[in-house]
């Protein structure tokens, strides 16, 4: 069954961490570049962070730059989301994925193997 799971999510208040995790199954997670999205209630699907199939490039988006890191371990098929300095703006569910193609892409249509995700909730 082909799979990506989420975790880690919770309530935090504004200043505080967490650390997403997001476990595939039923593809070979090592050929994929992963990212990360969120969805806010009433907004759409945002992207957040992309890593590289070899974790060896990574980009985020400007509004997380500086305070979340995104890393991986394919021998662990296991992607994470280090997310500090969380703000209230910050409060959606979250959301990992696997990139379809090699081209460079941040649009949530370009991705695959969604998860249901895990609720973040960053109190003020």
């Known amino acids: 069954q082909v799979q990506s799971v989420e975790s880690g999510g919770g309530l935090v208040q504004a200043g505080g961490s967490l650390r997403l995790s997001c476990a595939a199954s039923?593809?070979?997670?090592?050929?994929?570049?992963m990212g990360w999205f969120r969805q806010a209630p009433g907004k759409e699907r945002e992207f957040v962070a992309r890593i590289a199939w070899s974790g060896g490039s990574t980009y985020y988006a400007d509004s997380v730059k500086g305070r979340f890191t995104i890393s991986r371990d394919n021998a662990k098929n296991t992607m994470w989301l280090q997310m500090n300095s969380l703000k209230p703006e910050d409060t959606a569910v979250y959301y990992c994925a696997a990139q379809r193609g090699g081209v460079f892409s941040v649009a949530a249509s370009s991705y695959t193997y969604w998860g249901p995700g895990t609720q973040v909730t960053v109190s003020s």
């Open positions: 039923g593809f070979t997670f090592a050929n994929y570049a």
